[in-house]
């Protein structure tokens, strides 16, 4: 799969000279500058300009030795010859909407080196996705149940049994009972358990999180210990990171642990901790040195749920749920072996994490919001009467239609992730792009599904008379908590602001 982007431009193969009227309009801007002089397209802001025919295909940075071009300020590449009519294109082009040009060079360039994303399986792939259809075709087990504690242990048998049948740990190692496969396989996996309307797998945190984490970090030791249980959900995790002065700013936590000989005895609170009073393990961010500034002195640990002094308390949720807890550590004592990546090395650990959980569960998640979809979709063609449904009012059409090309655009960024990956390069702050664009587009879907049920769209999930039984209004509640989890969309702005765009922190 190949990633579409300027940057992948192939210089082998170079667009053909503008000409006339076409370099006018690429070359111009069309608002006056200097008097009646038309300005460049290019920015004052950053002084750096691209030649295309020179620097096609090339990372956008500012020209190594350009010159300064009076009267506009701008650099021209020192290659070309004064008034040769070369086009120039500024690299920080994002800002200039009204430059017309700008785009209708870019999309030249694109067009005529034909850059496209190719989504065809190899035949590997292909006999992957029909063997796993099929599979799922025959065991699927049958309607959830509604009881938290039931829906646990119907969880924990149906991953079990994809576990037996060679479906679970889709691309984790074959010496840890993966089945060794490759990210294409774990993203083909991903789609169709969706396609098959099949429960999510129990041990979430484990499988997205503890055991990439493990396989990354942890000894030997710990990979043959914890790997396998993870995948057949003979141990359940959660994530324990965090508390109530320290959620968007992670690196403000307050639990500690302080070495006792072997041992660490960890004393703090932890909240949010989905599943945790069904969890056997705990990955757990804990401060080791409070002397060292406070991203240094955090080291990552492995917690016994069931040890001494470990104390979970459910927190009921606007829509009803309730697996989310608040978890308190006092005197907990941790063997030393327990520790992930050497003393202080947790906050490297964490954001390994957390970008992994951005990047790979927020494809998942996609999936999940595109089941949503489909079933809002079909929904309103039959609702409240085949004959005349809601989806022939003009305002539904419109809002469904829209939430149908957010979805699209998501899927193709999420493939655009996977590219990355898929190249060996990390997920990056770029993933926040990801995370932030899923978790809002998820709002506004399930806002629009809602809003089509009129004074219908208030039963709760269970009525009689609920569309649905009342899924979408749980579904929409339930949203409500995606732009918080997982890092909120204020510090998603804010790493996209600082890390991908350059700009400067607020003082």
């Known amino acids: 799969m190949r990633q579409l982007s300027v940057r992948s431009l192939n210089q082998a193969n170079p667009s053909p000279p503008l000409r006339g009227a076409e370099r006018a309009r690429v070359r111009w801007g069309t608002q006056p500058s200097h008097g009646d002089a038309p300005r460049r397209l290019t920015c004052r802001a950053y002084?750096?300009?691209?030649?295309?025919?020179?620097?096609?295909?090339?990372?956008?940075?500012?020209?190594?030795?350009a010159v300064r071009e009076p009267p506009y300020d701008a650099p021209r590449c020192p290659r070309c010859k004064p008034g040769n009519g070369h086009p120039r294109v500024c690299d920080r082009f994002q800002g200039h909407r009204g430059a017309v040009g700008h785009w209708l060079l870019r999309l030249r360039i694109l067009a005529s080196n034909r850059i496209a994303m190719d989504f065809r399986e190899s035949p590997a792939e292909r006999a992957f996705r029909l063997a796993l259809r099929s599979w799922l075709r025959?065991?699927?087990?049958?309607?959830?149940?509604?009881?938290?504690?039931a829906w646990v242990a119907y969880g924990k048998r149906w991953q079990r049994r994809l576990y037996e049948a060679g479906w679970c740990g889709i691309a984790w190692p074959k010496e840890y009972g993966?089945?060794?496969?490759?990210?294409?396989?774990?993203?083909?996996?991903?789609?169709?358990?969706?396609?098959?309307?099949a429960p999510m797998l129990i041990n979430l945190a484990g499988l997205t999180m503890a055991g990439p984490i493990l396989i990354a970090h942890g000894t030997e030791e710990q990979k043959r210990r914890y790997l396998r249980p993870i995948l057949a959900a003979e141990e359940i995790w959660c994530q324990g990171f965090s508390e109530p002065q320290a959620g968007s700013d992670l690196a403000a936590l307050r639990t500690q642990a302080v070495r006792a000989g072997d041992s660490f005895i960890v004393r703090g609170q932890k909240v949010w901790t989905s599943f945790a009073r069904y969890a056997d393990w705990c990955m757990l961010l804990a401060r080791t040195d409070p002397a060292a500034p406070k991203h240094k002195g955090i080291s990552f640990f492995l917690v016994n749920m069931h040890s001494p002094g470990v104390t979970v308390r459910p927190l009921k949720q606007m829509n009803g749920d309730d697996d989310f807890n608040e978890v308190f550590f006092d005197d907990v004592r941790v063997p030393a072996e327990n520790l992930v990546g050497g003393l202080n090395e947790g906050w490297r650990i964490a954001v390994s994490t957390l970008l992994y959980e951005r990047t790979i569960l927020t494809f998942a998640r996609q999936l999940q919001s595109r089941t949503a979809l489909v079933e809002t979709l079909r929904l309103a063609r039959e609702w409240p009467d085949p004959g005349a449904p809601v989806a022939r009012d003009a305002i539904v059409r419109q809002r469904l239609a829209q939430s149908w090309i957010e979805s699209e655009a998501m899927k193709y960024t999420s493939y655009r992730y996977l590219t990355r990956l898929l190249r060996g390069e990390p997920p990056g702050p770029q993933s926040s792009l990801e995370k932030l664009f899923w978790s809002e587009m998820y709002q506004r879907l399930l806002e629009a599904a809602v809003a089509m049920l009129g004074p219908f769209g208030q039963l709760a999930k269970g009525e009689v008379r609920a569309p649905l039984?009342?899924?979408?209004?749980?579904?929409?509640?339930?949203?409500?908590?995606?732009?918080?989890?997982?890092?909120?969309?204020?510090?998603?702005?804010?790493?996209?602001?600082?890390?991908?765009?350059?700009?400067p922190r607020g003082s």
Do not use: K
């Open 138 to 149: 025959d065991n699927v087990p049958g309607p959830e149940p509604e009881d938290l504690d």
């Open 47 to 65: 002084g750096s300009v691209r030649c295309v025919r020179h620097h096609r295909g090339r990372p956008a940075a500012p020209v190594a030795g």
């Open 178 to 197: 993966g089945r060794g496969a490759t990210l294409i396989e774990q993203m083909i996996f991903e789609e169709e358990m969706a396609r098959a309307r």
């Open 469 to 503: 039984l009342g899924r979408l209004q749980h579904w929409m509640l339930y949203s409500r908590g995606r732009t918080i989890a997982a890092g909120t969309s204020e510090i998603q702005r804010n790493t996209l602001a600082e890390r991908v765009l350059g700009l």
